[in-house]
């Protein structure tokens, strides 16, 4: 579906893999990417919300993002697209961590960062909000970095989970804050 590429977005992944990847780089890239891998540490962060009381509205409000942003983007957007991996288009490109299974379009790792860290930034103080989307524009960038990802993949997967974040933070801030009085605790805390 995607036969017509922007040049550009070639452009620039080749500019990244000539001008910013280095030796002492890639394993930290690497590392922030594997973070992102099918979800699981912002799985995790959800889960671990909802061990203390206080932040357990949060935790689901971040599950119900994160599963939302998943079948949507992954399980219907990606299939309907069938976007070619970068590496098996660009010449030049060289995947830093091999061939990806799953399609190109939207990013999987973009989208589960930004589900969740939207989520934390908005309903959290910001001494966790702001690290939560630090970490989620580090993830996203990487995808780039190690030449799995055009850019287009990247852009859509978070934009598309922050609306989707924001939207979920809403409902929860007008319909639920007010019935579990720790969530308006919660995103007034220090």
Not at 73 to 83: G, P, S
Not at 126 to 148: C, Q
């Amino acid at each position: 579906m995607f036969d017509n590429l922007d040049p550009k977005e070639g452009e620039i992944l080749l500019w990244i893999q000539e001008h910013l990847r280095a030796n002492w780089l890639t394993p930290i890239m690497k590392a922030i990417t594997y973070l992102g891998e099918v979800g699981w540490f912002w799985l995790v962060v959800s889960i671990g919300f909802m061990i203390w009381k206080k932040y357990r509205p949060v935790g689901v409000v971040c599950l119900i993002s994160l599963v939302t942003s998943f079948l949507v983007n992954t399980i219907v957007i990606k299939h309907l697209f069938e976007r070619a991996r970068p590496y098996e288009t660009i010449e030049g490109l060289t995947s830093l961590i091999g061939k990806q299974s799953e399609y190109s379009f939207p990013s999987g790792h973009a989208t589960a960062a930004f589900a969740v860290s939207v989520i934390i930034f908005m309903l959290m103080p910001k001494k966790f909000g702001i690290p939560a989307l630090i970490l989620a524009f580090l993830i996203s960038f990487s995808r780039l970095y190690v030449g799995v990802h055009y850019p287009t993949d990247i852009i859509y997967g978070c934009v598309s989970a922050t609306i989707f974040s924001v939207i979920c933070a809403l409902v929860y801030k007008k319909k639920f804050s007010q019935k579990y009085p720790a969530g308006d605790r919660i995103d007034q805390a220090v």
